[in-house]
């Protein structure tokens, strides 16, 4: 039991998805690819486009052997009245989702915007709103359209800001008043880690498909970041522009603040300040409104320095992010003598000895509630800005038994744990705007392009090999995360 009126009456209790991974429909009514579909999963880095030697540009070229789970994902498009009814069941108080770029500007740089596109999020935001759900908008959640990267080289390209702010210019006019929580980029900090979904960058082959991509240099994703802040910095006036009631929000994986010191060896501690730095840069940037000291040394010692132009500092220093979204899975320990792995859970150096409990089998992600805490306790003291929690789960590989239930008890052992932190974290002086679990319903993976890593409390009948009816099933946490809401969090007890 957490203690009673700990979580404020307007707390916002609900699940977070993308389209790229439950939508489906991924060329229906007039859009085009992004780049995440070109991929299978995102930690797989090696799109799949060629060169077309007659018209001289890469196009798409997709195996005939592979699966793109994605392309029709749990088909959302079609289906998503029926399952925002189902999360309002479960008491849900918002809602995040991202609008798929590709749907409002196929390829990105039209001048005009697909009415199509904008005709579903209408109905999607509407029945959001229906069912007294919070919209939270993400504008991009590893979604350029391909034909940005394919044609002007992603965000390395200054036009691409420009086409970023024309897409962002309609959205906002269209939605003014109807979605308050809004966010630019998802995970905008994985940047140098997966530069391609999530800066839409990628360096191919002179002109042979079968050549290895090459590696890109830090100048050229500096330069990328640079521009995404500039285009962020530019939504946020926009936004402001539109309706002043809304609020923007910097969007960050942020599993990596917590990043434990192996041993007190002050190599090892600064190491890890070190490595935490990565991912604070943007929200420095993004909530500073300036670049930090140790970036620019970088940027000198390095050779890596992005172009600045003029009007680009006073714009960054003066649209600043309102709140602080982040994303947090498990955390990890740094040793200066450890190769630093990253995925999209976070980071994995050494394993913890303290921490007993694991995901299931085959991920074997540590669990570590505490580290949430820790991260929201030095996010509320770097910055002093309300804090969301958009993405938090437990990926379980699971099927429903001979009575069509599924016994998840893991994933709210998993729920429990974690929103007792945040309870702890609130009465540390933490602001919290609310708690979205990450797949409310099962959806197709981020980092592996699977079906098998489930983290819904609602089963979708669709597996790996695209076999699936796509029926919809209750699993037993259900009714736990329901009991969770309607208690406002001061009922955590397990009885399923």
């Given at each position: ?5 700990v ?39 090696h ?24 392309h ?36 990105g ?18 029945t959001?709103?229906?069912?007294d ?40 006019n269209?939605?003014?008043g ?48 640079h521009h995404?802040?500039?285009?962020s ?58 670049y930090p ?41 740094y ?17 913890n ?5 694991k ?17 929201m ?104 995360f ?15």
């Open positions: 039991m957490t203690e009673t009126h979580f404020p009456e307007n707390f916002l209790w609900g699940g977070a998805v993308a389209a790229n991974q439950i939508e489906g429909a991924w060329l229906e009514d007039g859009k085009l690819p992004n780049v995440t579909d070109t991929l299978v999963g995102i930690m797989n880095q799109p799949s486009i060629s060169w077309n030697e007659s018209q001289g540009i890469w196009e798409l070229d997709l195996p005939d052997d592979i699966t793109f789970l994605s029709e994902a749990v088909d959302f498009y079609h289906r998503f009245e029926e399952d925002i009814k189902m999360m309002s069941e479960m008491g849900f108080k918002a809602f995040r989702t991202s609008i798929s770029w590709g749907r409002i500007f196929p390829r740089d039209e001048e005009e915007a697909n009415e199509a596109g904008l005709a579903f999020y209408d109905h999607l935001i509407d959001l709103l229906k069912y759900m919070e919209p939270v908008i993400t504008l991009s959640h590893y979604e350029t359209p391909l034909a940005l990267v394919a044609e002007y080289g992603g965000w390395q390209d200054r036009r691409l800001v420009e086409f970023f702010d024309r897409y962002s210019t309609v959205i906002f269209r939605y003014k109807k979605v308050k929580y809004w966010m630019t980029f998802n995970e905008i900090n994985n940047a140098f880690r997966m530069p391609y979904a999530a800066a839409g960058i990628v360096k191919f082959p002179a002109t042979d498909p079968k050549e290895p991509i090459a590696t890109l240099t830090k100048k050229e994703i500096f330069q990328a970041v995404l802040f500039i285009a910095a530019l939504a946020t006036k926009r936004m402001q522009e539109a309706d002043s009631d809304a609020l923007m929000g910097v969007m960050c994986s942020f599993s990596s603040l917590a990043t434990y010191p192996v041993d007190c060896n002050p190599e090892n501690v600064f190491g890890a300040l070190e490595f935490k730095r990565n991912s604070y840069l943007y929200s420095d940037v993004m909530c500073r409104g300036h000291g140790y970036v620019k040394r970088i940027w000198r010692e390095e050779d890596c320095a992005p172009e600045i132009i003029a009007g680009d500092l006073d714009l960054l220093a003066k649209y600043t992010s309102d709140y602080i979204a982040f994303s947090y899975y498990r955390s990890t320990v040793s200066k003598d450890a190769e630093m792995r990253v995925d999209t859970g976070g980071a994995k150096g050494f394993d000895p303290f921490l007993t409990e995901s299931p089998e085959p991920w074997n992600w540590p669990i570590d509630p505490l580290g949430l805490r820790y991260v306790n030095e996010l509320t003291d770097r910055y002093e800005l309300p804090l969301f929690i958009v993405e938090n789960g437990l990926g379980i590989d699971e099927t429903p038994n001979e009575n069509q239930r599924i016994n998840d008890i893991e994933r709210a052992r998993y729920l429990k744990m974690h929103v007792e932190q945040v309870a702890e974290a609130i009465k540390d002086g933490c602001e919290v705007i609310g708690y979205l679990w990450w797949g409310p319903i099962d959806i197709v993976s981020a980092g592996t392009g699977e079906m098998k890593k489930r983290y819904g409390f609602i089963y979708v009948d669709r597996h790996n090999d695209g076999s699936g009816s796509f029926k919809r099933l209750k699993k037993d946490s259900f009714d736990y329901k009991q969770v809401i309607e208690t406002n969090g001061t009922n955590l007890s397990i009885n399923i």
